[in-house]
């Protein structure tokens, strides 16, 4: 919860000194390879392969052999992202290259702007050496999640969001006091920083579980290669909705000037939600699913994935439904102030809406995919996202190219792909596992509609009577009042769920009890 907090507030701070301006559009758009990359390994391929692989050997063959393993893939990792670190630096000409194509397709109205482009390139060699830092880090998390430590691991992300905002923001200053487009390279620095700071903070922990790092190049190991043929297929399969965004930059970049950076600011917002709830059951889950299919898929597996299920649908639905009744006073609230104006406000809140439709299915993946690597069913998804990934850039070019619709249409289409990409693996886990509890999730999806019903009359209804133009109201009145909407449709969705008879709601406060003391 911290580190997206920490997240949002790095947003706002970026949107407070620069906007919706294309020099902001610069810097987002070379953050997509870095970050698509940190979502692929801190919460996807790598950390999913190696906790499935790490906590079946300490289970059936002690700790002496995980950390031997867990000693292979810290140095295989290093030494790997050292190279792929390297090769992005040189490459990094034809990265922008790539990025950029399709607003010089002649179908879009942004001009190619040579100073745009050279900005962008610099910082994609500036932010590189962070593909590196997180990789480790990822390893290191997933080390402390098989021996059931999640407080510093979950924690590790707001050093990086500390150190980026810090460290980028003293740099900025330094390199440019009047926060121009130079600025930004100094809060490309910060990102390198943040990594460094997200790797390193999680050393203390790691020493008292008992590990101790020794270099071993002996790569040969049925450990590593079991782990490898993890990664091959979720590289694809957990990261197509990352590849989405990256996709929807691109296309993004060609439709105008801001769009890149609205799409960012309501990705940002979306993904709190996703993080806080989706992550974390997924986090805890993971584990618990790895020790129950060993051997095959024994009996606590289905009842652990379906609770996990139930939990993600119980907390996240009011999220979407907030995100989507309550989007113009949140961003308005959170990011107007200094070059953030009502244009960028009402941009940032279309896409963070089209956002929000596809929230509950992105949440219920972060558990789903899993759950196909800990019964070494890695293939599928891989496939699936295939077509999700298909599907996105259809949409993406028609919506576009065809229709001549603006950014919020890519959105949309990042939370169509999602649905679309959860139903199959939905349907086929069920196939797998002979029943995941599917009636009793709709049992509760129908209790929780009439609950998210009640608490979207108090969101429309603050809509009408408080939020009809929020950039004439006072910071402190807008926010005091969205606390309040919050407040009251939380209280309703909540109470509802209790006169409904919704287990969920005591199955969720323990979890987020017992997160909070770790």
Not at 425 to 448: D, N, P, Q, S, V
């Amino acid at each position: 919860m911290a580190s997206r907090v920490l997240g949002l507030l790095r947003e706002m701070l970026f949107a407070g000194l620069f906007g919706g301006s294309k020099w902001m559009d610069c810097f987002y758009l070379a953050f997509k390879v870095p970050n698509l990359l940190r979502d692929l390994f801190a919460e996807g391929a790598l950390s999913q392969a190696f906790v499935t692989t790490f906590s079946k050997k300490l289970k059936t063959e002690g700790e002496a052999s995980a950390w031997a393993l867990a000693n292979k893939m810290m140095t295989l990792a290093a030494v790997f992202m050292s190279g792929v670190t390297l090769l992005g630096i040189l490459a990094a000409p034809w990265i922008v290259e790539f990025l950029t194509s399709l607003s010089r397709s002649g179908a879009s109205p942004r001009v190619y702007n040579p100073e745009e482009i050279a900005l962008t390139v610099t910082m994609v060699k500036v932010m590189y050496p962070f593909i590196l830092l997180v990789s480790l880090a990822a390893l290191v998390m997933g080390m402390l999640n098989a021996k059931n430590v999640f407080g510093m691991p979950a924690l590790s992300s707001c050093f990086f969001n500390l150190g980026s905002m810090i460290g980028g923001a003293a740099l900025g200053w330094w390199m440019d006091p009047t926060w121009g487009k130079n600025s930004l390279i100094g809060f490309s620095i910060g990102v390198v920083i943040g990594g460094f700071a997200q790797l390193v903070c999680q050393f203390p922990a790691l020493k008292r579980v008992g590990y101790r790092f020794v270099a071993d190049f002996q790569w040969k190991d049925s450990g590593v290669r079991q782990i490898l043929r993890l990664m091959g297929p979720a590289v694809i399969a957990a990261s197509v909705v990352q590849v989405n965004v990256v996709v929807n930059a691109m296309f993004a970049y060609g439709v105008g000037e801001g769009a890149v950076s609205w799409l960012s600011y309501a990705f940002r917002l979306m993904q709190l939600p996703i993080g806080v709830f989706g992550v974390a059951v997924a986090t805890v889950t993971l584990p618990a699913l790895s020790r129950a299919a060993v051997g095959g898929i024994g009996a606590d597996f289905k009842p652990t994935l379906a609770k996990g299920l139930r939990l993600v649908a119980f907390l996240v639905l009011p999220s979407l439904l907030g995100l989507v009744f309550l989007a113009e006073p949140i961003v308005s609230v959170l990011y107007e102030r200094g070059k953030f104006d009502a244009v960028d406000r009402l941009q940032t809140a279309a896409a963070l809406r089209a956002y929000g439709y596809g929230l509950l299915c992105y949440a219920w993946l972060k558990v789903l995919q899993p759950a196909f690597y800990a019964i070494d069913k890695r293939w599928l998804p891989m496939l699936v996202s295939f077509l999700a990934l298909g599907i996105n850039l259809g949409f993406n070019w028609f919506f576009v190219f065809v229709m001549r619709w603006g950014h919020e249409s890519l959105a949309l289409t990042t939370s169509i792909s999602a649905t679309i990409n959860f139903l199959i693996l939905y349907l086929a886990m069920r196939r797998f596992a002979g029943g995941i509890g599917t009636t009793g999730l709709l049992g509760l999806l129908a209790k929780l509609s009439v609950a998210g019903a009640l608490m979207s009359c108090v969101c429309v209804a603050a809509n009408k009577f408080f939020f009809m133009d929020p950039a004439h109201l006072p910071l402190w009145l807008r926010a005091g009042g969205l606390m309040a909407t919050v407040g009251v449709a939380a209280v309703v969705y909540f109470a509802a769920a209790g006169l409904l008879k919704v287990a969920e709601a005591k199955d969720a406060m323990e979890m987020i009890t017992r997160r909070l003391k770790r």
